[in-house]
């Protein structure tokens, strides 16, 4: 499956943005979905999953009750809704997909088998 992140941008803290990823190749409804995010000099990080039917979803504690992840498999597509912006979520985002279910080491990067290219959001202070 081939992934495509887009929505990234400049915003100041406080705001918000929207993110999508774009899966094509497979059907999506078959994979489970993440975002993660790496900033400059640190590891890529777990932000958020979600399993493949949408019913189930796990956050970071650093982005609960900020972000909210949905899917919608009929567009084959996954929208992070980033709210309350802080400089501190600076990053380059990536989505990323792994078939099956999400299971114990959904946080783990390297449990995940397909990567988008990143799209980068930037928050001013």
């Known amino acids: 499956v081939q992934l495509q992140a887009s929505g990234g941008g400049l915003v100041q803290a406080g705001g918000s943005l929207r993110l999508s990823c774009a899966a094509s190749?497979?059907?999506?409804?078959?994979?489970?979905m993440g975002w993660f995010r790496q900033a400059p000099g640190k590891e890529r990080e777990f932000v958020v999953v979600i399993n493949t039917q949408g019913g189930s979803t796990y956050y970071a504690d650093s982005v609960k009750g900020r972000f909210t992840i949905s899917r919608d498999n009929a567009k084959n597509s996954v929208s992070l809704q980033m709210n309350s912006l802080k400089p501190e979520d600076t990053a380059v985002y990536y989505c990323?997909?792994?078939?099956?279910?999400?299971?114990?080491?959904?946080?783990?990067?390297?449990?995940?088998?397909?990567w988008g290219q990143g799209t980068q959001v930037t928050v001013s202070s």
């Open positions: 990323a997909a792994d078939p099956g279910f999400i299971g114990p080491r959904y946080r783990d990067s390297t449990r995940y088998r397909y």
């Open positions: 190749g497979r059907t999506q409804s078959n994979y489970v």
